[in-house]
């Protein structure tokens, strides 16, 4: 019974030394570093702004709603506007996109084209994700 005992306790005894030696490899060893977002590219977008309200429900049960801005192309396409924010060290008000609801607009922002492969043979889709809109600018309808 004595011996069980002492092998029981020796492979405990081994099995915490062996996994505090791991831990401390562990440790020293590098982390592995997130990769550089890719850069923002100068974008024009054209066509309407349109309004929608999304209604969220959090996990109490409350429902919230929320304006979000889309910019509709040509061809009928939404493209997801984001949120205007004020610039850093300027003095000037971010965009009010809500004035521009229901006019046709041209848009400067910063973002990101995604191109993936489509569903039809040798199709590429393009994406385009805008993350920070530059300027705003009124135009006649075509």
Same mark, same amino acid.
């Given at each position: 019974?004595?011996?069980?005992?002492?092998?029981?306790?020796?492979?405990?005894?081994?099995?915490?030394?062996?996994?505090?030696?791991?831990?401390?490899?562990?440790?020293?060893?590098?982390?592995?570093?997130?990769?550089?977002?890719?850069?923002?590219?100068?974008?024009?977008?054209?066509?309407?702004?349109?309004?929608?309200?999304?209604?969220?429900?959090?996990?109490?049960?409350?429902?919230?709603?929320?304006?979000?801005?889309?910019?509709?192309?040509?061809? $009928?396409?939404?493209?997801?506007?984001?949120?205007?924010?004020?610039?850093?060290?300027?003095?000037?008000?971010?965009?009010?996109?809500?004035?521009?609801? $229901?006019?046709?607009?041209?848009?400067?922002?910063? $973002?990101?084209?995604?191109?993936?492969?489509?569903?039809?043979? $040798?199709?590429?889709?393009?994406?385009?994700?805008?993350?920070?809109?530059?300027?705003?600018?009124?135009?006649?309808?075509?």
């Amino acid at each position: 019974m004595k011996h069980w005992m002492r092998a029981t306790l020796l492979v405990a005894v081994l099995g915490m030394l062996t996994s505090m030696i791991h831990a401390e490899e562990e440790a020293k060893a590098p982390k592995k570093d997130r990769p550089a977002p890719p850069p923002l590219e100068e974008m024009t977008l054209s066509g309407k702004v349109v309004e929608k309200t999304i209604e969220r429900t959090k996990k109490d049960g409350t429902k919230s709603e929320m304006k979000v801005f889309a910019l509709e192309d040509a061809e $009928g396409k939404q493209i997801p506007l984001p949120v205007p924010r004020k610039v850093k060290g300027s003095d000037a008000a971010p965009i009010d996109l809500a004035s521009y609801v $229901g006019k046709n607009v041209t848009i400067t922002a910063k $973002g990101l084209k995604q191109v993936r492969k489509g569903k039809k043979d $040798g199709e590429e889709v393009t994406k385009l994700i805008p993350k920070e809109i530059t300027a705003i600018e009124e135009v006649a309808a075509p």
